[in-house]
């Protein structure tokens, strides 16, 4: 999955559009980005790639750039 | 009207899935205004029907932080509608089933039909928060008349 794809990906999980989200998007701009918007994260990326965030990839998770490193660790980012 | 709205386990496998049923009478007083002339079972309780019953198959199994609670619900879908007095069929599948959070696919039919169609996402709420020594009186039926389904306390 290329950058773009991934940002698009993500905007579709905070029910944003693609436009509105960029790498440097922090949670604090995201509305849906709240405890719930966490958990479908964490969900999302779990049954749509089979990745399990650990507890230290949550608490450090801050902006859409940080989501696309978890993506990129697990080789899900070219 | 108490918010009960599951009357009874038919099948269930925790955790994995289940499938209870619900009768609402025309006796209930929502059916007055939902709708004058026109009973029929709103889309939220028919969502909340199917809540409920896979909540049940999420806290029988014992091994969440907390009870079920409903946190989001997916692109449901009423296709039919279901008039007081009918028997509603609760199915529920759980997709995922993690310590903080669980998905399920549920469906409710009626004379074989599906009416209604969602997806939903549960968070767990600790039990904490609830009154101290309460117990599901749905699921303690089902167990007592299924004691072997019972999960043993850890």
Redesign the interface.
Known sequence: MTQTESVAWIAQVFEMTPDQLTPDTHRDNVPAWDSLGVLTLMASLDSDFGIVMTDEDIQAVKTVCDILDVMRRHGKLG | MRFILVDRILELEPGKRITAIKVLPVSEELFRDHFPGFPVVPGVILTEMMAQAAGRCLDAEGTHPGRAML??INGAIFREWVKPDQEILLHATI??N?P??A?AECCAEVEGKTVCSAGL?F?FVPYERFAAGHQDEVLLAYWKTHPDARPKPI
């Open positions: 946190g989001k997709t995922q993690r903080a959070y998905t996402f968070v």
